[in-house]
């Protein structure tokens, strides 16, 4: 490993990384079988101007979160990158088992490992624009066994590139449980980070997280549909009174038309840096541990190559 970071634009240090959100989605078209069609993101223009926004307020880097199963496209997000002066990573990896391709089941997990690290090592989609993160996902309280497949074809893709790994927990559960697969296929856990998990808003849960070596991540902000910010924040403080703010990593998960402005709806990317951290100061949450959230901790994770 040389602690570099690999952008869609090529590899770059952790010092030129700067203010971070660790999980956004700038453009993504989930398959058919997902109804809802707030979660496409297919207008380039408005998911520029939001990245554009974006850089305006501060942000510097944004890993785009969008999978093999839900739209990717690796050549739009290195034009989105070269438009808007944003540090963008992409991610190969899966989400979970509802959108996977017949593929995914027909396929060897030696095939999959080699479409991942492909992704990685020449570019996504037909593109030179090269994967940073690999990803695998499961679903609310069961890890399917195609997830499990998944989950292990990840876990030797990383074997192979270095690559830090994100995982998706359907309402922040089952996280521990991937943590046990990617451990059996020798991935160490300190370069792993364990989404959605502020959606299960269970201390105890975290701190087993935690305790394994791993990152977590709360995406929640500003989603008051699911509980308010003071919760979060109560979350937060647990984490860093137990001593891992080191592992902690925060960002908005703004895959919606509904959560962006720029397609007409909110909090968008500017709600972490301009309500959210400035919450956290007034809540007593150091600026010094705020620093360490949006710029040490993603620097660290993702500089694995």
Not at 37 to 62: C, V, W
Not at 148 to 162: F, L, M, P, S, Y
Not at 201 to 210: E, F, G, K, S
Request: glycine residues 10%; negative net charge; hydrophobic residues 35%.
């Amino acid at each position: 490993m040389t602690d570099k970071i690999r952008t869609v634009l090529g590899d770059t240090s952790k010092e030129a990384l700067g203010f971070t959100y660790t999980h956004e989605h700038l453009w993504c078209c989930p398959p058919p079988q997902q109804k809802d069609r707030d979660f496409e993101l297919t207008n380039y223009e408005a998911s520029l101007e939001e990245l554009k926004t974006f850089k305006k307020i501060g942000g510097e880097t944004l890993v785009d979160a969008s999978t093999l199963d839900y739209g990717r496209d690796g050549n739009i997000l290195k034009k989105m990158a070269e438009e808007s002066g944003v540090n963008v990573l992409g991610v190969t990896g899966f989400n979970k088992h509802i959108y996977f391709d017949d593929w995914v089941e027909t396929e060897s997990i030696d095939q999959i490992v080699d479409r991942l690290v492909q992704d990685i090592q020449v570019g996504m989609d037909g593109s030179d624009a090269k994967a940073g993160i690999l990803k695998a996902g499961s679903w609310y309280n069961v890890i399917h066994p195609l997830e499990e497949k998944i989950t292990r074809a990840v876990g030797r893709a990383q074997k192979i590139t270095g690559a830090p790994v994100w995982l998706h927990t359907e309402s922040g559960t089952l996280g521990v449980e991937m943590l046990d697969i990617l451990e059996d296929e020798g991935v160490d856990l300190h370069l792993v980070a364990v989404g959605h998990s502020d959606r299960n808003a269970d201390p105890y849960y975290h701190l087993n997280i935690l305790e394994r070596g791993s990152y977590i991540q709360f995406d929640g902000p500003g989603k008051v549909k699911y509980y308010p910010d003071n919760i979060r924040i109560d979350l937060i403080k647990n984490v860093l009174a137990h001593g891992y703010g080191h592992k902690l990593l925060i960002s908005g998960d703004m895959g919606r038309q509904s959560y962006l402005h720029a397609y007409g709806g909110g909090p968008g990317f500017r709600y972490i840096k301009q309500k959210f951290i400035p919450r956290m100061l007034n809540e007593r949450i150091s600026q010094h541990a705020i620093n360490q959230i949006f710029y040490t901790n993603p620097a660290d994770w993702l500089a694995k190559f």
